[in-house]
């Protein structure tokens, strides 16, 4: 089995910066790509970023310049920084991590139970 815990929301006021971050345990051979998704009432659920596991990164337009993720492979754990937070931003955010749990399996894709971010206006 594998689980993937989310912490560092909460409510910020506009301007104001978070650092979210997902650690993935269990049963892990290795970890590819890994990012962070949100859903906002009335939206649909969109990616925010994305990381492979050699570093390379994907931020959604409505982010970026904003917005950093990174990862941290020895302790498999990805994190979301969140930076000039804006009332567009409130949403429950979602990790995910597409993991192998052993030498010969095929990649899996877990999601964490989500994390809700606040900015009020």
């Known amino acids: 089995q594998v689980q993937l815990v989310e912490s560092g929301g909460g409510l910020v006021q506009a301007g104001g910066s978070l650092r979210l971050s997902c650690a993935a345990s269990?049963?892990?051979?290795?970890?590819?790509?890994m990012g962070w998704y949100r859903q906002a009432p009335g939206k649909q659920r969109e990616l925010v970023a994305a990381?492979?596991?050699?570093?390379?990164?994907n931020v959604a337009d409505s982010v970026k310049g904003r917005f950093t993720i990174s990862r941290d492979n020895a302790k498999n754990t990805v994190y979301l920084q969140m930076n000039s937070l804006k009332p567009e931003d409130t949403a429950v955010y979602f990790c995910?991590?597409?993991?192998?749990?052993?030498?010969?399996?095929?990649?899996?894709?877990?999601w964490g139970q989500g994390t809700q971010v606040t900015v009020p206006s």
């Open positions: 269990g049963n892990i051979f290795s970890i590819n790509d």
């Open positions: 995910n991590a597409n993991v192998i749990r052993t030498v010969l399996s095929r990649e899996s894709r877990y």
């Open positions: 990381v492979t596991r050699g570093g390379s990164t």
